[in-house]
């Protein structure tokens, strides 16, 4: 007790000073969370994929479709326990800044593949009798301000026209991590509408989502899948949902790059400043340390004041700073609506920004505690900060 005293009486003794030390930690620790959390969010679709289902794709590209047709031939393959396809529908709500995922997918079969949404049995059962009904996340929903019995006007781009889509259901995510900002709709109707105003390009699928028994078998299931379709007018690539994820995710890999650099150098910077404020109340305090020496103190006594003082300002501004970026999270996830479709500091994260502050906190006090501790009593009382 004696000790934290002596800590918080010197700590702030230069009020101001200290007091702008904080708030420059807790700016750093503050930007350095938010900044992992932009990169935690990137992978967030990747993170909450599942062991236990493929994704079949054109070979070519996404953007071309595979036939119906190889749903059968899919079922068939040893190691596959189900099968479900969905397309990207790709509509507009009222303007183009209104983007959220909006999937068409064969909803008898797709549900069971995706046991982290969470529907009510009475909705699910009221969005299945209902071809021209949508399911929506609680995220999406909440952000609109759409209820049950809303119907959702949708502007074509990929399948043309004005679409009137009635809510039938709202999903949760079993977890924080499942993404509740998507809307699904019924492939069944949209292929119907689709073949009504251009016979010839109905019963295609974007992808086809596989369901397979055990997940190390995933490498040999998708090895036989696209054998069997190899050299065909349209060759698979079959991978795991999360490799698929990443896919996506590897489009802006530099951008990730440069945020976790930029997240780096924030704290290095602070660094930098706190060993500067450090270094300056050690040398306006030469004479105290020395005194303390001429008095019997060991020199361990004036490195664990120095360091004592540099962890207690680092840990208060550490602290700070976690506080502060859990609601300036929160603001910047409404900011940027459902372009992060999960968007939260993981504990990991506050973790993470509480060690950067004491690791600042101890590096920044390195030097001057060092040097402190091998002043010369005479030389130190000579001293004139």
């Given at each position: 007790?004696?000790?934290?005293?002596l800590l918080l009486k010197n700590a702030f003794r230069h009020r101001l000073r200290?007091?702008?030390?904080?708030?420059?930690?807790?700016?750093?620790?503050?930007?350095?969370?938010?900044?992992?959390?932009?990169?935690?969010?990137?992978?967030?679709?990747?993170?909450?994929?599942?062991?236990?289902?493929?994704?079949?794709?054109?070979?070519?590209?996404?953007?071309?479709?595979?036939?119906?047709?190889?749903?059968?031939?899919?079922?068939?393959?040893?190691?596959?326990?189900?099968?479900?396809?969905?397309?990207?529908?790709?509509?507009?709500?009222?303007?183009?800044?209104?983007?959220?995922?909006?999937?068409?997918?064969?909803?008898?079969?797709?549900?069971?593949?995706?046991?982290?949404?969470?529907?009510?049995?009475?909705?699910?059962?009221?969005?299945?009798?209902?071809?021209?009904?949508?399911?929506?996340?609680?995220?999406?929903?909440?952000?609109?301000?759409?209820?049950?019995?809303?119907?959702?006007?949708?502007?074509?781009?990929?399948?043309?026209?004005?679409?009137?889509?009635?809510?039938?259901?709202?999903?949760?995510?079993?977890?924080?991590?499942?993404?509740?900002?998507?809307?699904?709709?019924?492939?069944?109707?949209?292929?119907?509408?689709?073949?009504?105003?251009?016979?010839?390009?109905?019963?295609?699928?974007?992808?086809?989502?596989?369901?397979?028994?055990?997940?190390?078998?995933?490498?040999?299931?998708?090895?036989?899948?696209?054998?069997?379709?190899?050299?065909?007018?349209?060759?698979?690539?079959?991978?795991?949902?999360?490799?698929?994820?990443?896919?996506?995710?590897?489009?802006?890999?530099?951008?990730?790059?440069?945020?976790?650099?930029?997240?780096?150098?924030?704290?290095?910077?602070?660094?930098?400043?706190?060993?500067?404020?450090?270094?300056?109340?050690?040398?306006?305090?030469?004479?105290?340390?020395?005194?303390?020496?001429?008095?019997?103190?060991?020199?361990?006594?004036?490195?664990?004041?120095?360091?004592?003082?540099?962890?207690?300002?680092?840990?208060?501004?550490?602290?700070?700073?976690?506080?502060?970026?859990?609601?300036?999270?929160?603001?910047?996830?409404?900011?940027?609506?459902?372009?992060?479709?999960?968007?939260?500091?993981?504990?990991?994260?506050?973790?993470?920004?509480?060690?950067?502050?004491?690791?600042?906190?101890?590096?920044?006090?390195?030097?001057?505690?060092?040097?402190?501790?091998?002043?010369?009593?005479?030389?130190?009382?000579?001293?004139?900060?």
């Open positions: 007790m004696f000790l934290l005293r200290t007091l702008l030390t904080i708030v420059g930690l807790m700016v750093a620790v503050c930007a350095f969370g938010l900044l992992r959390t932009i990169v935690d969010a990137w992978y967030a679709g990747a993170n909450a994929s599942s062991s236990t289902r493929l994704i079949t794709r054109s070979a070519t590209s996404l953007t071309v479709p595979l036939p119906l047709a190889y749903a059968e031939r899919l079922r068939a393959v040893d190691g596959v326990d189900a099968v479900s396809w969905s397309n990207w529908f790709g509509g507009v709500y009222i303007t183009e800044r209104n983007f959220f995922p909006q999937f068409a997918v064969d909803a008898a079969s797709y549900l069971p593949l995706y046991p982290e949404f969470v529907v009510s049995d009475a909705e699910r059962s009221a969005w299945l009798r209902d071809r021209r009904s949508v399911l929506v996340g609680r995220k999406l929903a909440a952000k609109y301000g759409w209820k049950l019995g809303d119907t959702v006007p949708l502007r074509g781009t990929i399948y043309s026209g004005t679409w009137n889509f009635p809510i039938r259901g709202i999903y949760e995510g079993a977890d924080p991590g499942v993404d509740e900002n998507q809307m699904l709709m019924h492939w069944g109707y949209i292929n119907e509408i689709q073949r009504q105003r251009y016979p010839g390009r109905g019963d295609s699928v974007g992808v086809f989502v596989l369901g397979i028994r055990d997940p190390n078998d995933a490498a040999l299931v998708s090895q036989r899948i696209d054998a069997m379709f190899r050299n065909s007018i349209a060759e698979t690539l079959t991978e795991t949902e999360k490799a698929f994820q990443l896919g996506f995710v590897s489009m802006s890999e530099a951008i990730l790059v440069a945020l976790q650099a930029v997240s780096l150098i924030v704290i290095v910077i602070i660094m930098a400043v706190m060993a500067n404020t450090m270094a300056m109340t050690a040398r306006e305090r030469m004479a105290e340390y020395a005194t303390l020496k001429a008095l019997g103190f060991p020199p361990e006594f004036v490195v664990k004041l120095l360091f004592g003082e540099s962890l207690l300002i680092a840990a208060i501004g550490g602290v700070a700073g976690v506080l502060v970026t859990l609601p300036l999270a929160s603001v910047f996830a409404n900011a940027v609506g459902t372009l992060f479709p999960v968007f939260r500091v993981a504990p990991e994260t506050m973790a993470l920004q509480l060690l950067a502050a004491l690791a600042v906190g101890a590096i920044a006090a390195a030097w001057p505690a060092w040097r402190s501790s091998r002043i010369d009593i005479v030389d130190g009382l000579r001293h004139v900060g």
